[in-house]
Every structure is written in structure tokens, then in C-alpha cells.
């Protein structure tokens, strides 16, 4: 599996994903009857290329751990369909998606619940060589991989609640890149961890992409450690897609208001530097419940650029601008950076003209 | 009401608190020496790492450190008294009255069982003998003023039934039930959204204009106290490290472990080629080692740095800070490095 760098330059979709949807019902009752629907993913469509970082982001509840969950098949998809280096899995069954499985790895966010307390850490990251009966010389590839993620060797015969939280991700790393997975997908990997440690496992993970050629898909509610990492990126709202292309362009000119208001709210050291003079658009209220979410444009609630009659009448499609960014609204953001006042008064006449 | 200014007598006077825990591993020094004041109007921003004492400060000043297992010296000075020579009782009558505070996670502060508005209702009653239907008023245009809409149905709700951040503001509106001095913002956003982050930062801030108080901010973020502090006051192995006015810590940064926190950020503004990262981790406060505690991670350590600790002084035309490099090479590296590469200084 050793890919050259020009392998990686070829690019080539890893992932596609297509309409895809989850829902969970709310089931009550002895006999288990559906009360509701949780629309926890609606109508999926992205891509992830290979090498490359695909950033989704967002606030809490609005789908992107379940997308990443359904793209690694740990959950089923309602419907939809997801493909992963060429081969249609939507469907495969658990027998045959084992040996897929060796393929994809995840990082989890809370580096103490998600190693087992009670095995070693050469066990933990032997694991996988266990389950897929691969590798002869497991000691010696543990080690191997210790050393990699910038842990000793000697660590191999202790437990996991003798290491600090950056130290117990490296371990997760570690056991992620056992089997040598094509994707990986790093769930709130530096959410848990204090400031000066986080940069230390970004750092990591970022060489470790280019050495093993690795493909990721990073979630994170974090929008300064999505621009760090990421190649593209895609905002989700309430388990749709509401933006999504290039990471700097994304970054400069936001086309979403969403996505404006989530850049103007994250709060940040250059203000009192005096260099900027940003305004920070505040949204009022809170995400609405996925049980029930609003018609047609999911944000218009909040929206500071909802128009009557047409916003939450019409469903918004993905449309696409410059450099092959994507987003879905009716007033798309004309320019960046913007006032809340400004952004509230869409060019009125001429920008519903042109939507229609 | 006093005046809105930065002069006055402090509201909040700590000298020289230390904490000390004991525990069966050893005792563990939590809090060493740190003082600081806070007056009407100010917002102080706590920075530092997880087990940098930063909320046990505030615990202690709380008085919600467990005497029998916790070592607290120094003194906490509030209005003229010292909180550390107060018994139970009389400590009782300050808290939630005078100084009040909030927490991470407004969901485990609020009772599941109760309605919201009999919780902050109750916290009427706990200092002021009301009636039931007066509590209840009082509770309702808080809940108002905090924000949340149709207070009068929502009071009626459970816990359960309000969003993280109207829990948050529910919280916010039980710390100003009696009108107080100071308040104490343990993480208060930690645990909220990017967006529902801002409007309580808001709040927040808009809560101290109107009701002339002092905040003490806790949080590990950075971004935050930049953006609501107006003194930074950054903790590093239950020390402090530096402490000056906020438009100096962010303009001028002295201290090494400052600037490896600001150097360390990734930030919305750009994409960096690789971060800086500070290495290693934060020691353990049962055995901290021995001079500066930040000696094993800084990259500017010298000959002093790990015999003799250096105390918090001022540097002309600067602010305090624990550092052994001269002012003026503090200076330089802030200016031709650190500051020039993050875009801060002035």
C-alpha cells in the first residue's frame, strides 16, 4: 500500500457519497412504535479525495459525526449511496465489509473512553493485527508504530491511565494507522485536549498524511482547527450541507450566511490587536430540533437574510460560484467581510431576480 | 452605583493564596502564591491549562474548597473582610449575594426534578425573606432580562426542555438574583456552540455594564479573553505567569508560556504551515519541578531557569510577569518574532 506521492497527485474521488440520508425514529411504547423521525442527515452529496483533508463543521446536532459514521458504515443510511474506492458499499453485509474495514480507521474525541482501561497499550494497538490475523511480528510493529506517533517503545507493557490526554491520542493514532487504512476519520480528535497539546496532534496527524498517503475526513465544531487542517471544507446545518468547496476560498468569502455568522462569531486574539475592525454577527436563538425542522430552508429561523415567501417556500439547491465552492441559499453573502446590517439587506430585488 | 472606572478600591483584593490539596499520592500544591484584584466594570480573563489552578482560585474564594481536606492560605479580600477568617455561616451569607458564579455545564448546576423558575426563585428566598409570589416576580423579569423568550411559559419548564444556552442563561440569571458584586464565570461557554457562545459572551458583558459589577472569566480559550477581558491574568502549575491589562497581554506579551499559547492558537484568520506547539505536557503538581515550573517546556530557558524560581515583577513601562529574561529581551523576541508573526503588535 505504499503510494507515491505522485500516486497522491492523481487525486481521484476516494469517497463519493450520494443523497444520502439518515434517519432515526423515536420509538415509544412496549410494542416500539415510531413516534417521530430524527432527520439527523438529509440529503447528502460530497466527495473526498485522495490525500486530501475534507473538513465538516458544525455546531452540535447538525450531522457531521452521523455523515462521517455512515461513510465508514457504522451506521446504515436510510437511503442514498456511498462509494469507497470504486466499490459501491452501500449494501455490503458485515461479512463481507470486514476486509473493507481494514481500510478505514477512526480517531475518536475523548481519548479516556475510547481505550479500554483494563488492556496494555502494546494490546490496544495490537488489536487490529488480531482481528484481521495480519501481521507475524506484532511486537515489533507496535513498537514501530509507538515510535511513529512520538511515544517509547517502552511504553508497550503500560496502561492507558498512565499517560496524559495527549499521549492517550497518540495511542488512538497509533492504533488507527495499525493496518495501514486508506481513510481516516478523526472525529473531534482535539477537542479534549488543552491548547498547547492540540497543536503538538495536528502537527502529528498533518505529517502523518503525508508520509502514509492518507486520506482524511476531520469533524470539527472548531472553525480555526478546520482551517488548519483542511483542503475543503463542508458546513453543515441541521443535517444538510450548506456550504462546501475549496478551504481558503470558503475561509475568505464565506457564500452562506451561515457560514458568515459562524466565521464572524469565533471569537479570536487579533481584536484587541486593534488590526481588525470585525463585527460579529450574532444569531439569535437557538438550532431548531431535528424531529421537526423548519420547511424548505432549514436556516431561514435564524437567518439574518430570510425573505418572506421565498425562503421558507422554496427549498435552496446547492449552486456553485468561482473555484468550485458550493452553497445553498437564495441570498447567497455578496461579499466578506460584511456588517450585520449589511448582511441583512440583500440586494434586494436584483438577487430574488436572479434566484429564480 | 460607584463609577465606571479602572481606579477605586478593588472590589476583589487576593494576596497570596496558595492551595494545597492532600492526597494519598502527597500533597499537591494546586494554587502557589497568586494575587490579584479585580474592581467594578473590570473583566478579568483566567487563562491557562487544564490543573492550572484556575478554578480552584475561584473555588477557594467561594468557599467552596472542603476545609477538612483543603489547605487554603493567603487572604481573599472582599468589601474590607477577609472570606478565609469567615465561619460557615457568615460565608454563606456573601455567597450567592455578594459573589456569585457559574459553571461549565449548566445541565448538572440545575436541579432535573424542579421548574426553572422555581430554582432561581428559590434563590430569591435563600437570602431575602420574600414571599413565594415576590420571589417568583423577581424571578421571572431575570429570566427577561437575561434573554430568554416568553419568560412567563418558560418559567414553568424543566431543565431538560431549555437549549444549552438558555441553560446558561437560566444559570446567569440565578447568579444575579440579589444584585452582586462580583461574578464568577467558571468556562461559561466551554460546553456551547460557536454562535450560542457568542450571544452569552454578550450577556455577559452586557450584565456587567448594567449591573456594575465585576467578572472573573475562566477559560482556556484565548480567543474569549481577548475578545471580553479587560485584565489577563495567565496561570501556568497553579502560578502566575504574567498579568497586566488585556490591550497589553495581546499587543505585548511577555512571558514565554504567553506567547507558546499564542503561537500554539490555530486561528480562523489564516492557514499556518505547521503550528508551534508547545512540547511536552504540564507537570504534575505533586512534584513540580524545581524553579520555573514552565523551565521543561520553554524554549528560552537559561541558566537560572531550573534552580531558583523567578518571582512576578513589573518591567518598566510593562506589566508583571515571572520571567528570568531581561526586559528588553523579552522585548525583542516579542517584537521581531512572536508578535511579527501572529500580526499583534502595535
Known amino acids: 500500500m505504499s503510494t507515491t506521492p505522485e500516486a497522491r497527485a492523481g487525486h481521484g474521488p476516494l469517497v463519493e457519497v450520494e443523497h444520502l440520508t439518515k434517519h432515526f425514529p423515536i420509538k415509544q411504547g412496549v410494542f416500539s412504535r415510531a413516534k417521530g423521525v430524527v432527520h439527523a442527515v438529509e440529503d447528502v452529496t460530497l466527495?473526498?479525495?485522495?490525500?486530501?483533508?475534507?473538513?465538516?463543521?458544525?455546531?452540535?446536532?447538525?450531522?457531521?459525526?452521523?455523515?462521517?459514521?455512515?461513510?465508514?458504515?457504522?451506521?446504515?443510511?436510510?437511503?442514498?449511496?456511498?462509494?469507497?474506492?470504486?466499490?459501491?458499499?452501500?449494501?455490503?453485509?458485515?461479512?463481507?465489509?470486514?476486509?473493507?474495514?481494514?481500510?478505514?480507521?477512526?480517531?475518536?474525541?475523548?481519548?479516556?473512553?475510547?481505550?479500554?482501561?483494563?488492556?496494555?497499550?502494546?494490546?490496544?494497538?495490537?488489536?487490529?493485527?488480531?482481528?484481521?490475523?495480519?501481521?507475524?511480528?506484532?511486537?515489533?510493529?507496535?513498537?514501530?508504530?509507538?515510535?511513529?506517533?512520538?511515544?517509547?517503545?517502552?511504553?508497550?507493557?503500560?496502561?492507558?491511565?498512565?499517560?496524559?490526554?495527549?499521549?492517550?491520542?497518540?495511542?488512538?493514532?497509533?492504533?488507527?494507522?495499525?493496518?495501514?487504512?486508506?481513510?481516516?476519520?478523526?472525529?473531534?480528535?482535539?477537542?479534549?485536549?488543552?491548547?498547547?497539546?492540540?497543536?503538538?496532534?495536528?502537527?502529528?496527524?498533518?505529517?502523518?498524511?503525508?508520509?502514509?498517503?492518507?486520506?482524511?475526513?476531520?469533524?470539527?465544531?472548531?472553525?480555526?482547527?478546520?482551517?488548519?487542517?483542511?483542503?475543503?471544507?463542508?458546513?453543515?446545518?441541521?443535517?444538510?450541507?450548506?456550504?462546501?468547496?475549496?478551504?481558503?476560498?470558503?475561509?475568505?468569502?464565506?457564500?452562506?450566511?451561515?457560514?458568515?455568522a459562524l466565521l464572524s462569531a469565533v471569537p479570536r486574539a487579533e481584536t484587541n490587536g486593534g488590526t481588525s475592525t470585525r463585527q460579529r454577527i450574532v444569531l439569535s436563538g437557538d438550532v431548531p430540533s431535528p424531529v421537526d425542522p423548519p420547511n424548505a430552508c432549514v436556516f431561514h429561523p435564524r437567518c439574518p437574510r430570510f425573505q418572506p415567501g421565498h425562503c421558507d417556500v422554496e427549498t435552496p439547491l446547492l449552486r456553485r460560484f468561482e473555484g468550485d465552492q458550493e452553497a445553498a441559499c437564495h441570498y447567497p453573502v455578496e461579499r466578506w467581510p460584511m456588517t450585520e446590517e449589511e448582511l441583512r439587506h440583500p440586494f434586494g430585488g436584483r438577487a430574488a431576480a436572479e434566484s429564480r | 452605583m460607584s463609577s465606571f472606572s479602572g481606579s477605586g478600591t478593588p472590589l476583589l483584593d487576593v494576596r497570596n493564596l496558595s492551595v494545597r490539596f492532600n492526597t494519598r499520592d502527597g500533597v499537591v500544591q494546586a494554587v502557589s502564591d497568586l494575587s490579584y484584584t479585580l474592581r467594578r466594570g473590570e473583566t478579568l480573563g483566567v487563562v491557562g491549562e487544564s490543573g492550572s489552578g484556575k478554578s480552584v482560585t475561584s473555588l477557594a474564594i467561594m468557599g467552596l474548597l472542603n476545609r477538612a481536606h483543603a489547605d487554603v492560605a493567603g487572604e481573599i479580600m472582599f468589601e474590607g473582610t477577609d472570606l478565609l477568617k469567615l465561619s460557615k455561616e457568615e460565608l454563606r451569607t456573601v455567597r450567592g449575594r455578594d459573589i456569585s458564579m457559574i459553571f461549565q455545564d449548566p445541565f448538572a448546576c440545575l436541579h432535573p426534578m424542579y421548574r426553572v423558575g422555581s430554582q432561581i426563585a428559590e434563590a430569591v428566598r435563600a437570602h431575602e425573606d420574600v414571599s413565594k409570589s415576590v420571589a417568583q416576580a423577581r424571578a421571572l423579569e431575570l429570566l427577561d432580562a437575561v434573554g430568554i423568550p416568553n419568560a412567563k411559559s418558560r418559567a414553568r419548564d424543566y431543565p431538560h426542555q431549555f437549549s444549552g444556552g438558555m441553560r446558561q442563561r437560566a444559570m446567569i440569571a440565578m447568579a444575579l438574583v440579589h444584585n452582586p458584586d462580583v461574578l464568577i464565570a467558571d468556562e461559561p461557554t466551554t460546553a456551547l456552540d460557536v454562535t450560542v457562545q457568542a450571544q452569552i459572551l454578550e450577556l455577559i458583558d452586557k450584565v456587567k455594564k448594567e449591573f456594575d459589577i465585576g467578572v472573573v472569566l475562566i477559560t482556556h480559550d484565548l480567543g474569549v479573553v481577548a475578545e471580553t477581558a479587560t485584565h489577563v491574568l495567565v496561570m501556568y502549575a497553579g502560578r502566575a505567569m504574567e498579568y497586566g491589562p488585556a490591550h497589553e497581554i495581546f499587543t505585548a506579551a511577555q512571558h514565554p508560556y504567553t506567547w507558546g499559547l499564542l503561537e500554539s492558537m490555530p486561528t480562523v484568520e489564516k492557514r499556518l504551515d505547521m503550528l508551534v506547539p508547545i512540547e511536552g505536557s504540564p507537570p504534575s503538581l505533586l512534584r513540580p519541578p524545581p524553579g520555573c515550573p514552565f523551565h521543561p517546556r520553554c524554549k528560552y530557558r537559561f541558566e537560572p531557569c531550573d534552580k531558583k524560581r523567578p518571582p512576578l515583577q513589573s518591567i518598566p513601562d510593562g506589566h508583571p510577569d515571572a520571567c528570568f529574561l531581561s526586559p528588553e529581551r523579552k522585548r525583542e523576541i516579542w517584537k521581531d518574532r512572536i508578535g511579527a508573526e501572529l500580526g499583534l503588535t502595535v
Open chain 1, 47 to 260: 466527495t473526498v479525495n485522495r490525500g486530501e483533508t475534507l473538513g465538516i463543521v458544525g455546531e452540535s446536532g447538525c450531522g457531521k459525526s452521523t455523515t462521517a459514521r455512515l461513510i465508514v458504515r457504522l451506521l446504515d443510511p436510510t437511503s442514498g449511496a456511498i462509494r469507497f474506492d470504486g466499490r459501491d458499499i452501500t449494501r455490503v453485509g458485515q461479512r463481507r465489509l470486514r476486509p473493507l474495514r481494514q481500510e478505514m480507521a477512526i480517531i475518536f474525541q475523548d481519548p479516556y473512553s475510547s481505550l479500554n482501561p483494563r488492556k496494555s497499550v502494546g494490546q490496544i494497538i495490537a488489536e487490529p493485527f488480531a482481528i484481521h490475523r495480519t501481521e507475524k511480528d506484532k511486537k515489533q510493529r507496535v513498537q514501530e508504530l509507538l515510535d511513529r506517533v512520538g511515544l517509547s517503545p517502552e511504553h508497550y507493557n503500560r496502561y492507558p491511565h498512565e499517560f496524559s490526554g495527549g499521549q492517550r491520542q497518540r495511542i488512538g493514532i497509533a492504533r488507527a494507522l495499525a493496518l495501514q487504512p486508506k481513510l481516516i476519520v478523526c472525529d473531534e480528535p482535539v477537542s479534549a485536549l488543552d491548547v498547547s497539546v492540540q497543536a503538538q496532534i495536528l502537527n502529528l496527524l498533518k505529517s502523518l498524511q503525508d508520509e502514509f498517503d492518507l486520506t482524511y475526513v476531520f469533524i470539527s465544531h472548531d472553525l480555526s482547527v478546520i482551517r488548519q487542517v483542511s483542503d475543503r471544507i463542508a458546513v453543515m446545518y441541521l443535517g444538510h450541507i450548506v456550504e462546501i468547496g475549496n478551504s481558503e476560498l470558503l475561509y475568505e468569502h464565506p457564500r452562506h450566511p451561515y457560514t458568515a
